[in-house]
Structures are given as C-alpha cells and as structure tokens.
C-alpha cells in the first residue's frame, strides 16, 4: 500500500498544514472555538514536524519519519472524530472529517522503507 514516496509526503504536508491554518477562514467556522483552534493547532504541528522530520524537505532531520507518520495519523483520527469528540457537528463537521481522513490515508500510504533523494 506504500505508494507515496517521502519527498510528495513532505509536500502533501505543507499544503495540509497551511489548509488547516486558513480553513477556519475561507470555509467559514472562525468562531474561536474548537471548531477554529483544532485545525489550526495541528496545521501548526504539521508543519513544524515537517521542518524537522528526516525527509527531503525538512530544515533540521531529527524526528524519525516513523514517528512522524504514526503523529500524522493520530492526528488524523483526532481531527476526523473532532466534531463529535467537542460537540460542533451541528455547524461544521465535512472539512475536519475529510482533511482528518485524508492524513490517515497518507500516513498508511507513505513509504517507510528509505528516503527518496531528489
């Protein structure tokens, strides 16, 4: 099933990170609730794992990538349960649900075997 290599997981997880950052805004749930902190919380952490994961894209390689594919998809599962774990279902549910499932599926599809060079 491992069909992403390293340096598109690296790019998949900027764009990620910086969706969850804007989200609140562009799909309207800038509430200041857990509805708006969630994403933005963990596009934050995605996208300072991402400089510091040894993969192709990363400033400082010190998280192994196995560790980061196991917070990836823990992550997912948080922000995928979100609305109903904090109760906002009733306003805003799809983007948390799909960009949480989303994460799931890449960390599972992310080689882990090597790093792919450029």
Known sequence: M???NTRT???IDYVTGALLLVAPYL???ATGGAQQWLPQVLGAMIIVMS???NYELS???VIPLKAHLS???LGGVLLAA???LFGFADAIWWPHLLVGLMEIVVALA???DRLQRL
Do not use: E, N
Request: proline share 4%; aromatic share 12%.
């Open 71 to 73: 917070v990836d998809a």
């Open 59 to 61: 400033a400082a390689k």
């Open 51 to 53: 400089l510091m994961t």
């Open 9 to 11: 997981h690296g790019i």
């Open 110 to 112: 992310t080689k882990r």
């Open 27 to 29: 799909f309207g749930f």
């Open 82 to 84: 979100s609305p109903w």
């Open 2 to 4: 491992a069909m992403i």
